[in-house]
């Protein structure tokens, strides 16, 4: 865009007292409205808002009651929709309440915030001001994260003609912690399509999408996290585009092995080096 000498700029939105905003997007169609995530200072609690930049107006549409992990994030469509994904969705907001920024003595006590009847996945907002759930393949879960810090601002990213979204979801599986990436596409009726596009034992997301490519973030319990880029439609065609692990230290760190445990939960074990397979098979 066209820089803005900053004694013209001027503020849109202010967030509350140790707050801070997260992703945010401008509506296609309408050039005054922006989406923002606002998250309250104790970090557990989030809001989305819905800006008019010439009466500064913020609405409040959705609130997050759980993102102690991943904090919302959103984008538009190309039909005008908010998309958003939620970790613990409160969309019963009885009435148009005052946002964080405008009364934050009134979100003191979480405990007066929402505890039940809360929805986590992608939602897209509709005309009628409701949230409707979009589905993902194989019941994938857009609220759990592995390790590691969540991604800023965003862990959802959309392509240049707003048609499809990238989002990072944990499987539903019981035997893994890991990530993986879901290509969503959204067709003029409104309807959408879900494929899952990579995976593995660790925790991924990605930062841009093309018409045939994209880009993603991939960090490992033996790696930093390094950028990559590879085709939709070629899932061999993955090239490693940055290397943040000195070789050296690369060199010394172990692979952990994902286990089950008897009790049905997993975890990831770093066995000495000179432990054998026969007893790397021991679980």
Excluded at 124 to 133: N, R
């Amino acid at each position: 865009g066209e820089y803005v000498p900053e004694a013209f700029a001027e503020d849109v939105f202010v967030a509350s007292a140790g707050g801070s905003i997260g992703s945010f997007d401008k509506a296609p169609d309408e050039p005054f409205r922006v989406a923002v995530t606002h998250r309250l200072a104790d970090a557990m609690v989030a809001e989305v808002l819905v800006v008019d930049l010439l009466t500064r107006k913020a609405t409040c549409m959705a609130r997050d009651a759980r993102v102690e992990y991943a904090a919302p994030s959103l984008g538009y469509l190309h039909d005008g929709r908010l998309l958003c994904r939620f970790g613990g969705l409160c969309a019963d907001l009885d009435g148009a309440p005052p946002c964080f920024a405008e009364d934050p003595a009134a979100y003191v006590d979480l405990a007066d915030g929402p505890a039940a009847n809360l929805a986590h996945g992608l939602f897209a907002l509709g005309d009628d001001g409701c949230w409707e759930a979009v589905p993902l393949f194989d019941r994938a879960d857009v609220a759990a994260r592995s390790y590691g810090p969540a991604p800023a601002p965003r862990d959802l990213v959309l392509d240049a003609a707003r048609r499809r979204a990238i989002v990072t979801a944990r499987p539903a599986v019981a035997n893994s912690v890991g990530e993986a990436l879901y290509l969503v596409s959204f067709r003029d009726d409104g309807t959408s399509a879900c494929d899952r596009l990579r995976g593995g034992a660790a925790a991924t997301h990605a930062v841009a999408l093309s018409d045939d490519r994209y880009l993603f973030v991939l960090r490992t319990p033996s790696s930093w996290g390094d950028l990559y880029e590879r085709y939709v439609d070629n899932e061999f065609s993955v090239c490693q585009l940055t290397k943040t692990m000195p070789i050296t230290l690369s060199a010394k760190a172990a692979r952990p092995d994902e286990i089950r445990i008897d009790d049905g939960s997993h975890a990831l074990v770093y066995w000495p080096p000179t432990v054998g397979d026969a007893v790397r098979k021991v679980q």
